[in-house]
């Protein structure tokens, strides 16, 4: 019986010895490797955490003490030690355990996510719960440096220092976002960390003073000590500036370490700050080496590692004609949020390092930078996943729209996006893009029409948006009609599905299914939408299907049904997803639950047509 068996719950960690927890630890990378090599998901980030985990559930009693997963990709360690080894196998399936956080699964969960730099916050305000309630528990956010980089991060830091029951920030430091980390916080932990002389004396220390009892006060009193031998003692100033005391760093991977540093943490009086140094897919050499790669990954074979993809997506269809792009137009830039190679960017940094910008975790930051860029003439495209530009809709309005700037957003898996679930589909940019005044939006059916909207992107006028989903990338025609027309792929009998995006193929692939002759029509430019033309090239039909990835509140089907019910001679219906959270599952399967496959469609075509 390995170790793991015996662990359902924290408390069994609690019974075994310091000096078992390396063994506990590397049964649990083993088990992390082996499930995630069948079910895929975050790989690196928590073969990183595994000896972080451990020591935190041995130190802290979860779940009366709290801690709390900065979006929540690292915590399988947690999730295995908390009750849900035997559920393992399901990650990320369809009603499978989730990848992130679910308070519904646990109360070891304390605080969900899948978006990143909310811990601090949410810490705080847990914090102020538990002091209500004259609680002492420990509050035990984790967040990396990547998550570090955003500002909702600082305006929490900012706040820190007001924590009202004990905070303890531990800082997950291994250098990397999913790329290599960016910025000046990244460069001021990069000094920090190079503090080779003061490491010893402060891994001495640590390990020395836990052994005493008076290892908290003795500690306590190093901290106070005058700001000159401070700035030489305590390399993390750049956290006591925000009334945090600073321990580090200390190494991630040594348990025992681990163990005592997070005593003296609970040892002290005030809101503290513990930087750990982890290595990134740490224990499995291919991860190690290639961080960002084994970042998150699908099902591999353990022995050969991650097999490069073979076809091309959406985001590398948009990475490569931006690159060609870029050579004919020199005031071409591509700004990003840290998801260089997420949003097919790598080719473009390496040929034109000067145009490309990451700005770290910093959405907001990087769509009011691209307003900047377009008011100084530059031709910002912004790329970021549909899900994570919601954290910038304020810059959207205010700072793009208002200035009515030529920003180009492209918009990464937009609609279901699959197992990565509840935090992350992209189905509600076609809503709030409908709100904006002067954003024109597009959402190109297949690859090539990708292209032509990109190079015809440069020459037009305002904001433009242009979204496309997750997955592999096809072309189904070459067409040159106008792009702000719809598109009549193809004429009908009597129904008429009008359509945008990856739904106008699955229009085709309803067509190949039935007898009956569909006519599909290609809405592509979603806002604002030709209605005189829509009208026109409806009017010969009885029966208007409405197709669209996204829910009706808000999207193109709520103003098209509007707009037929006032002519009144067509009979309408829409399909739509709910207004709801999309859970986590393979993208077809969640398309086939909510009617949105072709043997769906045409079954609710036939419902509807019945007398
Ligand atoms: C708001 C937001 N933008 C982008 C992402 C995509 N993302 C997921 S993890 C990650 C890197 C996080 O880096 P870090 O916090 O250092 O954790 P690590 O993966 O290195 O363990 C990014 C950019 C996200 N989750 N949330």
Known sequence: ????????????????????????????????????????????????????????????????????????????????????RDRFKTLR?????????????????????????????????IAYGDHYKNGRHYVVPVIGDGALTAGMAFEALNFAGEAKSPLIIVLNDNEMSISPNVGSVSNTLSRVRSF???????????????????????????????????ELMIPGMFFEHFGLSYIGPVDGHDIKDLVSALEIAKRMDKPVLLHVRTIKGKGYPYAQLNPNLYHGVGPFDIKYGVKPRETLDFSAVFGQTLTEMARDHEDIFAVTAAMCSGTGLK???????????DVGIAEQNAVTLAAGMATGGLKPYVT????FLQRAFDQLIHDVALQNLHVVLCIHRSGIVGEDGETHPGIFDTGYLNLIP????????????????LKESYAMEGPVAIKYPRGGAYTLNEDQTPLSEPELIKSGDETLIITYSRMVKTALEAQ?????????????????????????LAEAYDHIVLLEEAPYQG?????????????????????????????????????????????????????????
């Open 438 to 453: 002067n954003f024109t939006v597009f959402a190109p059916k297949d690859a090539a029409e990708l292209r032509r909207v």
């Open 555 to 611: 999207g193109v089907n709520q103003s098209l049904e509007t707009l037929f019910l006032r002519q009144g001679h067509h009979k309408v219906t829409p399909i739509n997803l709910p207004q709801a959270f999309i859970p986590h599952g393979e993208t077809d399967s969640l398309l086939k639950r909510h009617g949105m496959d072709p043997e769906g469609i045409l079954k609710r075509i036939d419902r509807e047509r019945r007398p």
């Open 347 to 357: 080719s473009f940094a390496e040929a034109f390092g000067d145009r490309f910008v």
């Open 1 to 84: 019986m390995g170790y793991l068996d015996r662990i359902n719950e924290p408390g069994d960690l609690r019974r075994f010895q310091v000096s078992e927890l390396p063994l506990i630890a590397s049964e649990l990378r083993e088990f992390i490797l082996q499930e995630v090599s069948r079910t895929g998901g975050h790989l690196a980030p928590n073969l990183g955490t595994v000896e972080l985990t451990v020591a935190l559930h041995y130190v802290f009693k979860s779940p009366e003490d709290k801690i709390i997963w900065d979006v929540g990709h690292q915590a399988y360690g947690h999730k295995i030690l908390t009750g849900r």
């Open 512 to 536: 190949a299914l039935t007898e009956e002759s569909l006519g599909i029509l290609n809405l592509r430019q979603i806002k604002p939408l030709d209605q005189a033309a829509v009208l026109r």
């Open 384 to 387: 970021i996943y549909s899900t």
């Open 93 to 125: 399936q369809i009603d499978g355990l989730s990848g992130f956080l679910k308070r519904s699964e646990s109360p070891h969960d304390i605080f969900e996510a899948g978006h990143s730099s909310t811990s601090i916050s949410a810490a705080l305000g």
């Open 196 to 230: 080779k002389s003061y490491n010893r004396l402060k891994h001495a220390t640590v390990a020395s003073l836990s052994k005493s009892r008076l290892g908290g006060v003795a500690y306590r009193t190093l901290s106070k000590a005058k700001s000159g031998l401070k």
